[in-house]
T-cell receptor
Framework: LAKTTQPISMDSYEGQEVNITCSHN???????ITWYQQFPSQGPRFIIQGYKTKVTNEVASLFIPADRKSSTLSLPRVSLSDTAVYYC???????????FGTGTRLQVFP | DTGVSQDPRHKITKRGQNVTFRCDPISEHNRLYWYRQTLGQGPEFLTY????????KSRLLSDRFSAERPKGSFSTLEIQRTEQGDSAMYLC?????????????FGQGTRLTVV
């Protein structure tokens, strides 16, 4: 399983765009990149998943460069309710268990 | 509600007692995971099932921990002879393996306090 590295914490203000980068230098050919969000006292919630280039959904965008050794989760115009911990996971969908790191704690200020 | 359900939500037990938690996954999901999470840490993998088969157990899972998933439906996690270090949030997740990736759905967790 590819190890991931992401910043421990980030601060932002309401209305700003937030980009959280995750490094995964040892990503394998079959690995997907998945991001989860977790609020206190709740289970993680799936945000977005991608394999290469760019993926966008109603919540976020995921940018993956050609070498796939990193990825960036982009949250447009964050609000106070986006304050949470964000986890980057890398793994093959059909064989791997989900392994979480320590995540990035995002604090959004008014 | 068709999400992942965990029971109980909270459990307080005395050291040395046995506890059992239940997880009801989303019905069509064939994969089920158990995690443990302590304050300030990410979820820590414990074990997972593909249908009724337990595919892997973490080395962190001592002999006091056992999990089952009879008939590939709900799952139970039992902790025998609880210790104070077992105090944590226990999370269950389920997913359906399919081409294009896997999205795991998590339950609300069971918070265990060992006193």
């Amino acid at each position: 399983l590819a190890k991931t590295t992401q910043p421990i914490s980030m601060d932002s203000y309401e209305g700003q765009e937030v980009n959280i980068t995750c490094s995964h230098n040892n990503i394998a050919t079959n690995d997907y990149i998945t991001w989860y969000q977790q609020f206190p006292s709740q289970g993680p919630r799936f945000i977005i998943q991608g394999y290469k280039t760019k993926v966008t959904n109603e919540v976020a965008s995921l940018f993956i460069p050609a070498d796939r050794k990193s990825s960036t989760l982009s949250l447009p115009r964050v609000s106070l309710s986006d304050t949470a911990v964000y986890y980057c996971l890398v793994g093959a969908y059909n064989t791997d268990k989900l392994i979480f790191g320590t995540g990035t704690r995002l604090q959004v200020f008014p | 509600d068709t999400g992942v359900s965990q029971d109980p939500r909270h459990k307080i037990t005395k050291r040395g007692q046995n506890v059992t938690f239940r997880c009801d996954p989303i019905s069509e999901h064939n994969r089920l995971y158990w995690y443990r999470q302590t304050l300030g840490q990410g979820p820590e993998f414990l074990t997972y099932f593909q249908n009724e088969a337990q595919l892997e157990k973490s080395r962190l899972l001592s002999d006091r921990f056992s999990a089952e998933r009879p008939k590939g439906s709900f799952s139970t996690l039992e902790i025998q002879r609880t210790e104070q270090g077992d105090s944590a949030m226990y999370l269950c997740a389920s997913s359906q393996i399919s081409p294009g990736g896997t999205e795991a759905f998590f339950g609300q967790g069971t918070r265990l306090t060992v006193v």
